[in-house]
């Protein structure tokens, strides 16, 4: 995969900093550190219970925290000098991602092993495994998995049009800029406009413009929500709707970066339009395409707002993904525990299933390239 | 008969390519208008739609003068209006809050991730690091593997926290949680901008006697500028469209655009009109900035994608 290439950087000398600034940027991170860990343990004792001192909430450990990571920051450049001002590039995006992310992390976990139902009066209670043994035998949860592999399959009938469109915009035409714009509008708009745009109105049973349009063609009945496949179809399309001028701007910029020559190549030894782009074309943009098919996996793994807003998973589960069931437990049954269960094993699901793609795509793309 | 054979396939052979060239020419731009038609009538369906009365949504009339009369009815309900627009409207006061905190959330998180990213981006393509096990890759990957993450694992535990931080329902709570959405994108784009960008304009200014940070920030980030512009505006983007932790995480002060749009989608078929008009005001500012940003977008995703 193209973002994981690296290129080596260059080596510069490295100054040393003298020792009396060392021992001062040493004293500045223990100082610091001392006191982020004694606000944090006040605040813990407090929360418990034991100590009446401490504060309201917990928002001023987060200024600690700030305080801390300023400090330590400080404290690199003035023990390590030209190297700690490298680290200095990479120290906020560190310590943002890690306050953000590892913390609520380990506490879902820990919250999936809770009996924790919010409209119960009882509160949370640990109950090992047993959301998991729930899981198991829950048939909407492996019904909207199974949804998942629908959806995740129909990133390759989006990549086939974004493609197609792609092509049509890099062929001598007239106004590309303009088609390039319009192709692009999709994309900016937001998931739960386009949910009543067109799922609530446009495709509206009774005078949405696509229904007038189905009937005129012939179909009576256009109920695009009422069987499970169509419903799954509809909202795939909705999906797609929103989601192919991305493809297609990445493709695009590809083909653009495709060295001319080849082209021209191709056509002297012979090769018709179909020839040269099987044989030509497509080989080339294949690492391009795996990115950006990994990339398009991924958000729709995401997929929840469109589903949410129109059929609310209906009909019968037949349109659900993971992440509106799971949206459904937590809001209409308050199951905080159970949810977040699900929602663990979902994500442990996504990474063997990324891990095995980045595996198979990268010695397929070093095979062909 | 042979003779005949060949002078016929002679022929086609001289026919046939104009004729395949037009022919070809025409489905291509056939196919053009049709995605066209595709990509704008759901945009065109709601602008109008906003401008109807009852009858002329039930009746299906699709072009405003020739078929239906347009009148303000969308617009009046929200406040916004020509008659209505310097009269007080509590449906106005409401509709302008929500976007208000849309910018403020949007633009807030589009900042913090850009600041955060381009640094971050920057010292992965330009110094090699090592922490711990880690190196450059697996730094990188580490920020990257933020991508996967879906909204519903982080969307209960990001609740209690915010319970005891008390950032429920504030603006600032949600702009961090946009910033870590967006950061993966962001370092992704800008790193492939940095290395576009030669090594040796960096050496050349540290031989003028710039340091590291000099260097950077004079040197390096306004040569970026496309590459900030693309991340900026797909951060955007990506920010005021966001629904799932807005749904969650938000209930009164801080609420969004989507949620405003998504809980009155509930009431469907009686106020087209007022939701067509809603739909319109959440969409335009989106729908402005693609028309007139747009080849910043692909200039940016170029340098991405095109290496």
Redesign the interface.
Known sequence: MQILVNTPPPKVAQKRAPGRRKAFGRALTGLASLIFLLAVVIQILHAIGTITTGFANWRPILVVYLLWAIAFGAGQVLMRGERGQRALFLLPAVFFTVAVVIFPTFFGLYIAALDWNLSSIEGPRFSGFDNLRSMLTDTYYWNALGNMVFYAAAVLGEYAIAFALALLLSAEIRGRKFFRVVFLLPMMLSPVAVSWMIGKSLLEYRFGPAATLARYLGWDNPAFFASSWMARLTIQAMDAWVSIPFIMIILLAGLQAMPKEVQEAAKVDGANGWQSFWHVTFPIMLPVSVTVLIIRIIFKLKLADIVINVTAGGPGGATDTVSSFIYRVYRDRSNVGYGTALAMVYLALIIVLLTLMLRLSRRWTQRVA | MTLLIASDSVRRRLVAPRVRRTFGRAA??A??LL??F??????Y??VT?SFKSAVD????H?IPWLDFQPDWKGWRSLGLSPDTLFGTSTARSEFVNRFVNSIITSVGASTLAL???S??A????????KFAWMR??D??????S?????????????L??YK????LDTSFGLI??Y??TV?PIV??IM?DQF?SIP?ELD?AA?VDGL???GA?LRIILPLAFPGMAAAFILSL?LC??E??FAA?LTSTDAKT??VM??SQ?GS??IN?WS??AL?TA??AP??L???FL?RY??SG??T????
Do not use: H
């Open positions: 291509v731009y196919a053009l995605w066209t595709i990509c704008l009538f759901p945009i369906w709601t739609t949504v039930t009746q299906a699709l600041i955060f990213g640094l971050a920057y010292g992965l393509s330009r110094f090699r690091y450059n890759d730094i990188l990957f580490f920020f990257m933020q991508l996967i993450l879906p909204p519903v694992v982080l969307a209960l535990p990001f209690v926290l005891a931080l008390a950032l961090l949680l910033t870590l950061l370092i992704w790193r290395n090594i050496e540290f340091s590291t940070w950077f983007v005021w469209n629904y799932f969650l655009l989507p749009v998504a989608t469907q078929g087209w939701m067509a739909s959440a969409i989106l729908v900035i693609g028309i747009e977008i692909v995703l170029t991405g994608a095109g290496k």
